[in-house]
């Protein structure tokens, strides 16, 4: 609640953003819903990295065809947003064998949490791989080379990080296409996730596929890159339509750069 009364830069991006995906004007009790939302799920953080998963409903769609794939020898892609909670996926790749996951991630944005959730549990920290390091992309290879699961975010672009502009709710916004060419290096097919909170105590966590193994010269990389961006952009409006106090980038989405 504080959160909300106090921080007005967040109250006019999430107005902003509802206001488009509920197709009307977004009101004060809506945003209040959305920074609602949002604390719900870092609470549950606690439950999921304390391994007290029966605190909470989790249902599982469209995991099988990635089961499968595990069970084969295989590895895949799992990219995910900041639609929903990434930490289900984090979890799930800590406390269950059968779902082995290393997810690659920034962990200087909010250093003082990351710190504080992986004292709750060690096991989870184990399963990141931290952007930006010299081995980042050595040690991505090797995790899929031990058919890991490589999980990561799609939706917020560094600095220094190659774009490619999609139509989101109607509007030009640029997205990453950094985790489509790590795909295409590792020569691994691409699902997406979404970790939707649904109330209460209860998740939906959403799996489909988005590309099989893309094979391309070189010189054909960054335009087949801009492709499936397209495509997961279009798949992340419509679950971000279908779940719109999921959406958890609390700044001007199309126009600030989410390094601020």
């Not at 975010?153 to 502009?165: F, I, P, Q, V, Y």
Request: glycine share 8%; aromatic share 12%; net charge negative.
């Amino acid at each position: 609640m504080l959160f909300f009364l106090t921080r007005g830069s967040t109250r006019r991006a999430s107005r902003e953003f509802l206001t488009l995906a509920l197709g009307r004007q977004a009101t004060f009790g809506d945003s209040y819903e959305h920074h609602r939302t949002f604390a719900c799920t870092i609470l549950d953080r606690v439950y999921l990295l304390s391994g007290r998963h029966d605190r909470l409903d989790i249902r599982l769609d469209g995991a099988q065809p990635i089961l499968d794939r595990i069970e084969a020898g295989s590895s895949c892609m799992l990219l995910g947003s900041h639609l929903g909670s990434f930490e289900v996926l984090r979890s799930l790749g800590a406390h269950d064998d059968a779902f082995p996951l290393r997810v690659l991630m920034r962990e200087d944005q909010n250093p003082a949490i990351t710190h504080f959730l992986h004292t709750l549990d060690p096991d989870v920290a184990d399963v990141v791989i931290p952007l930006g390091r010299p081995d980042s992309m050595l040690r991505a290879q090797e995790a899929a080379e031990q058919r890991c699961v490589i999980g990561l975010l799609g939706d917020r672009a560094t600095r220094d990080e190659k774009t490619h502009t999609c139509e989101f709710f109607g509007r030009p916004a640029t997205f990453p296409t950094g985790p489509m060419m790590l795909a295409m290096l590792l020569g691994l097919p691409i699902y997406l996730f979404f970790g939707l909170y649904q109330g209460g105590n209860r998740y939906g966590v959403y799996f489909e596929s988005l590309a099989d193994v893309v094979k391309t010269d070189r010189g054909d990389r960054e335009v087949r890159a801009a492709e499936l961006t397209e495509k997961f952009v279009a798949r992340l409006e419509h679950y971000a339509r279908r779940a719109p106090y999921n959406w958890f980038n609390f700044y001007d989405f199309w126009y600030a750069d989410p390094d601020d």
